[in-house]
């Protein structure tokens, strides 16, 4: 399960959420409406360690190597 950034279309949060998959529907803890992902922040692989191959969009990826 990872924790993916997000961001809020309506206050502008930022926040880190774990989900079971890059797929699941995630909402701002503030305003309650659904959050998009935010592909600014640091992108690690499966192991943890930083990649520099990952643009952090699962669903193009072909997984963490």
């Not at 409406?33 to 191959?53: L, N």
Request: with cysteine; charged share 30%; net charge positive.
């Amino acid at each position: 399960m990872p924790f993916l950034q997000y961001k809020c279309t309506k206050c502008g949060k930022k926040f880190d959420e774990l989900v079971r998959s890059y797929l699941d529907e995630v909402n701002c803890p503030d305003c309650k409406i659904k959050a998009e992902r935010d592909y600014s922040g640091d992108i690690y692989s499966a192991t943890g360690k930083p990649t520099k191959k990952c643009s952090g969009n699962c669903k193009t990826c072909g997984g963490c190597h």
